[in-house]
């Protein structure tokens, strides 16, 4: 049966509608998945300056360049001539007559005629351009990293103030029923209700708070902004991402990624060493020059030295080398190859399902929650006028706080989704 309304719970009820009309004013300035304004001096931080600051970490561009440092080495050091050697030799031989002293300076250089060190200079170099490659991966996976931990952290947030604008529903609402209960125009029951009802919306405020703390300190662990000067105040930008753009060559797309280009290159440089191995048949000639001294009793002289020496290749002819090289690189192809069947077959799965939250969430938000919102001022309207309980209203006010956390559930996840397509095609947004 309807309550009785008396004059002072009209007046009561009055400032009731005005409390709760209050509340709608911040969700109003509040974007759909995103964080309420700063307050503070501090300006909060976006993603693509979460980005600039985790891939400009001076310790991450030291491990990139010290990579290619070490590949180029390599190069170097195949290119490098052998050392030449310097011999002397003494003999001294006692005749009749004397002793004679032969003396001889020698000066050898071995010589690659074979086109072996070039093969090595080569494949060192397709090294090179390898670990060039891994580095757009490395890029491409802290990037993919800061990402998550940005779209955690501003889920985490959003979840925050969602329930923050839950307490302050329940808490003007407990304001108006003290003033009822002052009038005698409300029961105990409600009153104990709705202290239950603040203090669960309150434990779980704190353990949403706590959550984005977490989240937060992660972030900057990644972006190295953890300083005290450079904390930000908060996190800004729409927890949606943006719109996929249509599917392009799948297949195309992940044979651009860095590791797929540095294996391809490694195997190149195995090709080079197969190919310098293969020419072990072909010896190395070492040159040598000098100078021959011979003095014996009663006459000396001296004169030129010329000498050839070539190894004869008759054990040794680098097969095994050969063959570990060409298996090597064939490996290598037929990782390549299943890494590309697995990785395209993933990007079209992560694709169809970027989509697909991205379109749930749209649908939802637009569907859901403004009728939520709706129901929970019509739940106020009948319990201003007397016609239900406050356990209507709590229900309505929970219903609102469902609607919006299914929303952003929906939202990061087509956002952790859309990142991972990018992580799978091995690029930097932003760059």
């Known amino acids: 049966m309807p309550r009785v309304l008396t004059p002072g719970r009209r007046r009561v009820l009055a400032g009731l509608a005005l409390g709760l009309s209050a509340l709608a004013a911040p969700a109003a300035a509040q974007q759909p998945g995103g964080t309420p304004p700063d307050r503070t001096d501090r300006a909060p931080l976006t993603e ?30 195949a290119a490098t001539f052998p050392n030449p050697h310097f011999d002397v030799e003494r003999d001294r031989v006692r005749l009749a007559g004397g002793t004679e002293t032969d003396t001889k300076y020698r000066l050898g250089q071995t010589l690659d005629i074979s086109g072996r060190r070039g093969l090595r200079r080569d494949a060192a170099e397709r090294r090179v351009d390898a670990a060039r490659s891994d580095s757009t991966v490395r890029r491409a996976e802290v990037a993919a ?39 005698g125009e409300v029961s105990g029951y409600d009153r104990r209700r709705l202290d239950q009802e603040r203090l669960s919306a309150r434990a779980r405020l704190d353990a949403a708070a706590a959550d984005y703390a977490r989240a937060l300190e992660q972030l900057l662990a990644l972006t190295g902004a953890a300083a005290a000067v450079q904390r930000p105040s908060s996190l800004a930008g729409p927890l949606l991402p943006d719109a996929l753009p249509p599917p392009t060559d799948v297949e195309a797309a992940v044979a651009r990624r860095g590791d797929v280009r540095g294996m391809e290159e490694r195997a190149q440089a195995l090709d080079r060493e197969r190919e310098a191995a293969r020419r072990g048949w072909i010896p190395d000639v070492t040159v040598t020059v000098g100078v021959k001294d011979v003095s014996a009793p009663g006459e000396s002289g001296s004169g030129p030295i010329v000498g050839v020496a070539i190894p004869l290749p008759v054990f040794d002819r680098r097969e095994p080398a050969a063959r570990r090289a060409d298996a090597e690189a ?15 077959g993933e990007l079209r799965g992560l694709w169809q ?20 919102r709706e129901l929970a001022r019509i739940a106020e309207t009948a319990y201003r006028g007397g016609e239900t309980g406050i356990l209507q209203l709590l229900d309505a006010y929970r219903t609102v706080l469902e609607s919006e956390t299914t929303a952003l559930d929906l939202e990061h996840r087509a956002r952790e989704a859309r990142i991972e397509i990018d992580r799978t095609l091995g690029v930097v947004p932003h760059e």
């Open 353 to 372: 399902q970027a989509a697909a939250l991205r379109d749930a969430a749209v649908a939802f938000r637009a569907d859901a929650a403004a009728p939520a």
């Open 48 to 77: 693509r300056q979460a980005l600039e600051l985790a891939l400009a970490r001076p310790q991450f561009a030291e491990i990139l360049a010290q990579r290619i440092v070490v590949a180029e080495s390599f190069v170097a050091e």
């Open 145 to 183: 990293e800061t990402r998550l931990a940005f779209a955690q952290g501003l889920w985490r947030a959003s979840l925050r103030d969602a329930l923050e604008e839950w307490r302050r529903r329940l808490d003007a609402t407990a304001a108006v029923l003290d003033q009822l209960r002052r009038a």
């Open 330 to 344: 064939k490996l290598l192809r037929a990782e390549r190859d299943l890494l590309l069947a697995r990785a395209s």
